[in-house]
């Protein structure tokens, strides 16, 4: 499996895994560290703790969930010049300040 991009999860602005776009499909990991972490909580109900990653055809829904929409998604493609249909990136460029406690970051950012 090739990686073609990555960018980095976090909760409550502390990394806690990769979203990775691959070859085949999409993949979810945490970071170990942030596992071994009392407090670590899950980024979804729909991708829980664990130390497998998670893998998917399509964007997983949660991911998908933090991109705009309406006007705001025009916005966003047009400025970055962004296909709409790039959901990965999308979710990449558009999601550093997101509504509650996950933000989409490069990692060490």
Known sequence: MNVL??????????????????????????????????????????????????????????FDGLIPEGWLLNVVSRNWKIDQKDRFGLLMVACHDCIGNVSIREVGT
């Open 5 to 62: 991009r990555q960018t980095g999860v976090y909760v409550r602005d502390r990394f806690a895994g990769l979203v990775q776009e691959t070859d085949e499909g999409y993949r979810f990991s945490y970071d170990p560290t942030y596992l071994a972490a009392d407090d670590a909580s899950a980024v979804s109900l729909t991708l829980p703790l664990q130390a497998e990653p998670y893998t998917s055809r399509t964007l997983f829904p949660f």
